[in-house]
């Protein structure tokens, strides 16, 4: 089905070491229009230095990145800038501004990156990211008020809010029980049919990686080891990822 589909992101042979230790070792992946896409490896594997390669946070030592058909490190700092818009990223700990209210760290990307201060439209669109998370009563709240789960669903409500082609969730669930990940889990496929995203979720959380995924590419010693969807990966036989299917 996917070999039908628009490639959104197409990595290859991806490298980055930092010091001795070889984080990535060669990494191809491609990302397709409307698809959920799980990374699944232990700690350490270089998940996360993956899609921070991505958006630029990170210079690889090798390899090519293409993203809605741009290759990001040919990119001028206005067109990377201009690229990450299209690319919402959900991180770990959420980001959230600990200083400033709900309402005002969703109205922080539009006025910054765009232009956008008309107050009415700034309540309407802060209005519809927070109801499409479920959270719009926790609009005045300050960060310290929330929950583990609701701090998530507001970081992720933030990066909806400029309306992103592409969603890049660094361990979303890491740290929350299981009937908040449950959500979370939900919450990434809810914004797929609202938002038409292609997705890319981080996680060493293997009910995670069941629940959201279409397919799943197994990061072992820096490169993708094997890849299918959930039942294909459970019996695929690969030592390193055995430990995840133990259940």
């Keep these: 089905m996917t ?5 959104v992101v197409r990595i290859r042979n991806l490298t980055k ?6 984080v990535l070792n060669g ?3 491609d990302l397709f229009s409307g698809e959920n896409l799980v990374i699944l490896g232990r700690s350490g594997t270089g998940k996360s230095v993956l899609i921070k390669c991505m958006v630029g946070l990170i210079r ?5 990145i293409q993203i809605l058909g741009k290759d990001v490190f040919q990119l001028n700092a206005n067109e990377l800038n201009a ?7 959900s991180f770990q ?3 959230l501004y600990d200083s400033m209210t709900v309402r005002q760290n969703l109205e922080f990307p539009l006025r ?4 956008i201060h008309d107050q009415h439209k700034l309540d309407e669109m802060v209005s519809k990211a927070l109801n499409d998370v479920g959270l719009e009563h926790a609009v005045d709240l300050m960060p310290a008020e929330l929950s583990g789960g609701m701090k998530k669903r507001i970081g992720i409500a933030r990066t909806l809010i400029l309306n992103p082609r592409i969603m890049l969730y660094d361990e979303p669930t890491a740290g929350l029980d299981p009937i908040t990940s449950m959500e979370i889990n939900e919450l990434i496929l809810s914004v797929r049919e609202k938002y038409n995203t292609s997705s890319i979720i981080i996680t060493h ?9 279409d397919r799943i590419i197994g990061l072992v010693d820096g490169k993708n080891k094997v890849e299918g969807t959930f039942s294909e990966l459970r019996v695929s036989g690969e030592p390193a990822l055995e430990p995840f299917f133990r259940y």
């Design 205 to 213: 959380d293997i009910s995670s990686a069941r629940e959201t995924s």
């Design 93 to 95: 700990g959420s980001a």
């Design 27 to 29: 990494v191809d992946l």
């Design 17 to 22: 070491a930092f010091g001795d230790r070889q």
């Design 83 to 89: 690229l990450r818009l299209e690319v919402g990223f």
């Design 60 to 64: 690889p030592d090798g390899g090519s």
């Design 112 to 115: 910054r990156n765009l232009g």
């Design 3 to 7: 070999e039908k589909r628009e490639a």
